[in-house]
């Protein structure tokens, strides 16, 4: 723990509070940076309530109490005094790229050479995100899974011109405030995690949409099924332990089967017309998509993703 550290965080919404929260676990001085006056200091108001109701749930996380966390929390509304001894910058803002990247233009103007800018992008190329930055070899992806602070996965993505260095110190800075970092050697359009996640919808959507499968029973497939075994366990340690003598006596027994079955996979959805509209109705009539019921199922996700990384120690 080095408290005379400093992560700035750009907030917008959940994220960059689950951030400035997993920050604050690892014992660091969090400095909140929002353009619009008024919305860091809001954010505060809303860490401070979280890390009270964590701490009565015995779901804090990190050595420190809520109030030892909440001293090392200051907002700003000035861009400059944000950044003043900050050596990792965090940006959460809302997916659109020239937003993106007219905020990283502006951080370097404020920084040194040494501080590391990171995106909290889900979708964007690095490349993209920062061709604004001349100096792009401190420049990294870490995107987090919503909620950070519940699932800790973060996927590093380095632009083509980052450095070795940067990576290696992103990675030791996730883990030691408890995260769970994995490396991608370059970057590809969606990451690893929305490409699985896509591949997965996709599929399920076509099963759906073909009358195969309701939309009631496709999620049961996933929350009592493989989803199961892939909250401990990989798709690749999944094979490997599925056949009496590891993934080569699996892949002698399946791989047949398994590209049998990929080749019916039918053409990539629309996710859009007659077939979006029945299956938002469906979903619909068990979930409704008032803000009160989404509000309560979000609530339970949470409440869930908790028990379950409390598990998962």
């Not at 676990?25 to 619009?36: A, E, M, P």
């Not at 009539?285 to 998962?312: F, N, T, V």
Request: aromatic share 8%; net charge negative.
């Amino acid at each position: 723990m080095n408290s005379n550290s400093h992560y700035k965080i750009t907030v917008d919404g959940l994220i960059g509070r689950s951030w400035a929260m997993v920050f604050l676990s690892g014992g660091y001085k969090v400095k909140i940076y929002d353009n619009q006056p008024g919305q860091a200091a809001k954010a505060i108001m809303e860490i401070r309530k979280q890390l009270e109701e964590l701490q009565q749930s015995h779901m804090l996380r990190g050595s420190l109490s809520a109030t030892e966390q909440l001293a090392l929390l200051s907002s700003h509304d000035d861009l400059a005094l944000a950044l003043e001894g900050a050596f990792f910058v965090q940006e959460s803002i809302f997916e659109d790229l020239e937003a993106k990247q007219s905020v990283f233009k502006a951080l370097e103007t404020h920084v040194g050479e040494g501080v590391v800018l990171s995106s909290s992008t889900s979708c964007l190329m690095p490349s993209n995100v920062f061709s604004r930055v001349q100096n792009r070899t401190r420049c990294i992806v870490s995107h987090p899974v919503n909620p950070p602070y519940y699932v800790r996965l973060v996927e590093l993505v380095p632009h083509p011109e980052t450095l070795p260095t940067v990576v290696d110190l992103a990675y030791s800075l996730m883990t030691e405030v408890g995260q769970a970092p994995v490396r991608l050697n370059k970057e590809i359009d969606g990451f690893a995690l929305n490409r699985v996640q896509y591949a997965i919808i996709a599929e399920s959507w076509r099963l759906v949409k073909d009358g195969i499968i309701s939309v009631k029973d496709i999620d049961l497939v996933m929350s009592e099924g493989l989803g199961m075994r892939y909250a401990f366990i990989g798709p690749m340690e999944t094979m490997h332990l599925n056949a009496p003598e590891g993934l080569e006596d699996y892949l002698q027994r399946y791989r047949q089967g398994i590209r049998r079955v990929l080749a019916t996979f039918g053409p990539i959805p629309e996710f859009a017309g007659e077939e979006a509209a029945a299956i938002n109705k469906e979903i619909g009539e068990l979930i409704p998509g008032d803000q009160e019921h989404l509000s309560a199922r979000r609530e339970r996700r949470d409440q869930l993703l908790m028990g379950l990384s409390k598990l998962k120690k």
